[in-house]
């Protein structure tokens, strides 16, 4: 059974500060590229950040580039996002997902996690 279970989320202030993880269980962690996205309000599910299985052909969101790093830990089976300088409008419920790179770029993949809400407010 696959298990992707993210952590981390919460109430930060603008201008703070969160790093959520997502621990897989039940793939092959390393052979899957991974991305985290998230969900506001009204909105559509969107990419925030993507990583490969191999290499550094690391992508991000234009909003978010320069405040949030992804990475992960092979041995852990575990991926990281770190967000910093975070904004009100980061505010969304964030999802791992385990997929794989095209020529395009991150494609996504059957497999997600249940969600975690990252809210930035004063």
């Known amino acids: 059974q696959v298990q992707l279970v993210e952590s981390g989320g919460g109430l930060v202030q603008p201008g703070g500060s969160l790093r959520l993880s997502c621990a897989a269980s039940g793939i092959i962690f390393s052979i899957y590229a991974m991305g985290w996205y998230r969900q506001a309000p009204g909105k559509q599910r969107e990419l925030v950040a993507a990583?490969?299985?191999?290499?550094?052909?690391?992508q991000y969101a234009d909003s978010v580039k320069g405040r949030f790093t992804i990475s992960r830990d092979n041995a852990k089976n575990t991926v990281y996002l770190q967000m910093n300088s975070l904004e009100a409008e980061d505010t969304a419920v964030y999802y791992c997902n385990a997929g794989q790179y095209y020529s395009t770029g991150y494609g996504g993949g059957d497999y997600w996690g249940q969600g975690t809400q990252v809210t930035v407010s004063s």
């Open positions: 990583i490969p299985s191999l290499g550094d052909n690391i």
